[in-house]
């Protein structure tokens, strides 16, 4: 079915505006895939929070013009179902990897995070980026880490004397 001119206007508008937001988006070839595969895969990707849409690639090569994704030119060759991540740059790209592992046929092509380039072969290094919660939790860890043994620093020489007293006690007790 032929698109006419609006419906063009209105598909590159919807995913120009969805990449300006996006931190990263990942090109994955779905030829072989049924319906009913590429249904569960849009299902878990809202679930994830990641917006998946299949364009043309002369339609996503001009949504991506005025974007950081500009970088994919080179890459939209072919049938390609776009993953697009929101705040989590690693969210499609670990949708993705559960889909290639579960469904032979998907077969990543290629990933951009913040308009750089990156190969399919890279997919299990941007899937294993931590989440936005797991990021939050280690950089607080990291920071709790100096004041937490600036306290144990501060608590030990009285530990200390306490441990010697009870010693001392215990040793007074056990000669008596």
Do not use: W
């Not at 090109?27 to 878990?44: C, D, F, H, I, P």
């Not at 993953?83 to 951009?112: D, I, N, Q, T």
């Not at 308009?115 to 950089?139: D, F, K, Q, Y």
């Not at 920071?143 to 004397?161: D, G, N, Q, W, Y």
């Amino acid at each position: 079915m032929a698109l006419r001119l609006d419906d063009k206007k209105a598909i590159v508008a919807e995913v120009a505006e969805v990449a300006r937001h996006a931190t990263s988006v990942v090109a994955a070839n779905y030829m072989g895939l049924t319906v009913s595969q590429l249904t569960e895969l849009r299902k878990s990707a809202r679930n994830a929070g990641v917006y998946v849409r299949v364009v043309r690639n002369t339609l996503a090569r001009r949504a991506f013009e005025s974007t950081q994704f500009a970088c994919m030119d080179s890459a939209l060759v072919g049938p390609l179902v776009l993953a697009f991540s929101g705040e989590e740059p690693g969210a499609s790209a670990r949708l993705m990897k559960e889909f290639a592992k579960k469904f032979e046929k998907l077969e990543v092509k290629a990933l951009a995070i913040d308009g750089v380039l990156l190969p399919g072969s890279e997919l299990n290094r941007v899937a294993s980026l931590p989440t936005r919660n797991e990021a939050i939790a280690i950089l607080l860890g990291v920071m709790s880490a100096p004041i937490s043994k600036f306290v144990r620093t501060l608590a030990e020489p009285h530990a200390k004397l306490v441990r010697t007293l009870a010693a001392v006690r215990d040793k007074m007790q056990s000669a008596a």
